[in-house]
């Protein structure tokens, strides 16, 4: 029985020319591949190899490198992480709603329209920012100013124009919204029914039930999804280079004031069409930074996920 | 339904009180919850015009003094676990609420803003020698499409020639690195795919080089991962049955994959391409370092600067001219041709997926 049924691949490569060039064509795009991601690396690390030996003075600001980029990796994990702390609970909530309360006929169909949220241009958010969200956002960043003002982090003198640090969180957070619930929903959806049904047959509420059968399932789930979310917030470019107005302020926690740190990204957009000489092999380092983060939270997220793939086999 | 008979009849004396849950609103009406949210309403309106009147203070009142009202009620009426689920059922609908918050009212600013100036003289003047009103996206739209189309010809081969290699060659460590690496790959940021562009025809051209095909190379590191990823789960899905009949006929492996899996799966396969053209058409910051802008019409590829539809929104919001208004006008029309496009590819890919759907699925 084995043996019959290994027999057939064990005689199929005949090497007929056309089945060796196809595979040999299919490997190379897929070798092409890994060889880009290298040639990412690569060229990076060879571009921004002059502003990596430069002296200090000749970097822009006069610094040296890591004072140019120190601000800017701040301030690119600041507004990533409030971000990811406005969407992630968010974004649960999104899930469980679409999972288990809404109508059974809907639920595809709100997913569909979370999902809209996805395929917005990162431009179109920009815009929707500086003319819609700002301000409107403004009034209450008076408020907190005047009644949290206490808080370092809602410390004045508030923006007029709403263009801060607190609002670009709150834009990268919808931004990255439906990349969380998508993964969520998916996690939440794949919880053995036998679970829930058992929860729900010994006289859980619906909240019991989630809370005993569900959120202790996907957990690792949520995590590695609000952890791609990061890495999404932490690359977005052209929401942050219009709505932010940037300042050379350094490191500073103040959410809702007009100095705000500036974003790898996003400086890198706004600089880099009138750069030249070193300051682009500057910049370019500083988007070798920014892929090296990246790399390393998507490479984290990833692991989460597929060390929770692996385990979800056993239901 | 029950397998012991002396379970049931202790069963109902001693948990109905507690096990309202299973039944659902056996102690509450359903009208119960939306009558304390009218309740609610109506008393945010007093509280609205007793200050100062404000919709969206007024729409958060509503919902939090709703929320309490119900939970309370419950909590007196039905029992604290009864109504910590209400709470959460409250909490839980709120949040989808505040999600479309963004959507709506984004998709309702671009539309009213971007009406201003969808007229034929956008679509067919570009801005060359324009000054104040008028002009046009005429030659960013042409400079999007052939962008696009440069990158859907570099990405979709190579995507799609390396899900075949995952589904039906790869094996051991070289198919895991390539997985592993295709995820990685999908979570670059779109600026450091321009950078890498940037960097790669700089050691060709020299210094400040801006050409069509730099964005193209830059935009297929986007896209190529999103190809494969589509791609490979839809390969998945061809049944085996039908490449071990085409093997048991005596076709070659190339040609089975050729004349069996990829018409079985094409419709899968031209959903996930359209998705993956409508994640890039989008895309502005690998473009503005690598294509940079320009006003005049240029098809040209590989002659110089081009420009793009998001990289002339972006340019004509940030740089407005001297009566900036008609700039951020043009800016807005672009914004909402770019959305009207995105979505628009999003439904084609559905189309495509539904019409052609019953042929994949057999």
Redesign the interface.
């Known amino acids: 029985m084995t043996s019959t049924t290994s027999a057939p691949p064990a005689q199929q490569p005949k090497s007929r020319p056309g089945d060796r060039i196809f595979a040999g064509t299919a490997k190379g795009a897929g070798i092409l591949i890994l060889v880009i991601l290298a040639g990412v690396a690569v060229f990076l690390i060879s571009e921004s190899v002059p502003a990596l030996t430069a002296s200090a003075d000749e970097i822009p600001g006069d610094g040296g490198l890591a004072s140019y980029i120190g601000p800017l990796i701040f301030g690119t994990l600041l507004s990533a992480v409030i971000a990811l702390l406005v969407a992630t609970p968010l974004a649960v909530a999104i899930a469980l709603f679409i999972t288990f309360y809404a109508p059974r006929k809907l639920a595809a169909g709100l997913g569909y329209v979370v999902d809209l949220l996805a395929a917005i241009p990162s431009i179109v958010y920009g815009f929707w920012g500086i003319f819609w969200l700002a301000p409107r956002l403004v009034p209450f960043y008076r408020w907190l100013e005047e009644n949290l003002g206490f808080i370092p982090f809602f410390a004045g003198p508030v923006s007029s124009t709403g263009r801060t640090m607190l609002t670009i969180g709150l834009v990268l957070a919808v931004m990255i919204l439906p990349i969380v619930s998508a993964i969520s929903r998916e996690v939440f959806s794949q919880v053995p029914t036998l679970h829930t049904e058992a929860a729900l047959a010994l006289g859980a509420t619906r909240w019991e039930m989630i809370k005993m059968a569900v959120i202790p399932y996907g957990k690792s789930g949520v995590i590695g999804g609000s952890m791609l979310g990061l890495g999404r917030a932490l690359g977005e470019t052209m929401a942050v280079a219009i709505i932010l107005s940037g300042s050379a302020a350094g490191i500073t926690w103040a959410l809702i004031s007009s100095a705000n740190p500036q974003t790898i990204a996003a400086n890198i957009a706004l600089q880099f069409p009138e750069s030249t000489g070193l300051a682009v092999n500057t910049l370019i380092a500083s988007g070798l930074a920014l892929f090296v983060i990246t790399l390393l939270v998507n490479m984290l997220a990833r692991w989460v996920v597929n060390r929770r793939s692996d385990f979800s086999g056993a239901n | 339904m029950s397998t012991s008979t002396q379970q049931p009849s202790a069963g109902p004396d001693t948990?109905a009180p507690?096990?309202g849950?299973?039944g659902g609103h056996e102690k509450q009406a359903p009208w119960v919850p939306w009558a304390v949210f009218g309740a609610a309403a109506v008393l945010a309106l007093a509280i609205g015009l007793l200050t100062s009147w404000n919709i969206?203070l007024f729409v958060i009142y509503t919902v939090v003094l709703g929320t309490l009202g119900t939970y309370l009620l419950s909590r007196v009426t039905e029992g604290p676990?009864?109504a910590?689920?209400r709470l959460?059922?409250c909490?839980?609908?709120s949040?989808?609420g505040?999600?479309?918050v963004?959507?709506v009212?984004?998709v309702y600013?671009?539309i009213r803003?971007g009406a201003e100036r969808f007229d034929a003289e956008f679509f067919s003047a570009s801005l060359q020698g324009v000054i104040g009103p008028g002009g046009g996206a005429y030659h960013a739209l042409m400079g999007t499409l052939i962008i696009t189309l440069l990158t859907t010809l570099i990405s979709v081969?190579?995507?799609?020639?390396?899900a075949?290699?995952?589904v039906?060659?790869?094996t051991g460590r070289?198919?895991r690195?390539?997985t592993?690496?295709?995820?990685?790959?999908?979570?670059?940021?779109?600026?450091?795919?321009g950078?890498?562009a940037?960097?790669?025809f700089?050691?060709i051209f020299g210094?400040?080089v801006r050409l069509g095909i730099m964005g193209a190379v830059a935009l297929s590191?986007l896209m190529?991962?999103v190809v494969?990823r589509s791609a490979e789960e839809v390969l998945k899905l061809v049944p085996n049955e039908l490449r071990e009949a085409a093997?048991a006929l005596g076709v070659?492996?190339?040609?089975t994959?050729?004349k069996v899996v990829i018409p079985t799966a094409i419709a899968g396969l031209a959903t996930g391409v359209t998705l993956a053209i409508?994640r890039v058409?989008?895309?502005?910051?690998p473009l503005?370092?690598t294509v940079?802008i320009t006003n005049a019409l240029n098809f040209n590829a590989f002659d110089g600067r081009m420009a793009t539809l998001?990289v002339y929104?972006?340019y004509q919001?940030?740089q407005p001219g001297v009566p900036p208004q008609d700039a951020i006008d043009r800016?807005?029309t672009a914004?909402l041709v770019?959305?009207m496009l995105?979505?628009g590819l999003?439904v084609v890919a559905r189309l495509i997926s539904r019409l052609f759907a019953p042929k994949t699925s057999r």
């Open positions: 948990s507690s096990q849950a299973l969206v676990r009864k910590v689920d959460v059922t909490l839980v609908v949040a989808f505040i999600a479309m963004p959507l009212s984004l600013e671009v803003r081969p190579i995507g799609l020639m390396t075949i290699y995952l039906e060659y790869g070289l198919k690195s390539i592993f690496f295709i995820d990685v790959m999908t979570g670059i940021p779109s600026i450091v795919a950078l890498f940037y960097a790669l700089v050691l210094p400040g590191v190529i991962p494969v093997y070659p492996k190339w040609r994959i050729l409508a058409i989008g895309e502005t910051a503005l370092i940079g998001p929104a972006y919001l940030t800016a807005w914004a770019l959305i995105v979505m999003n």
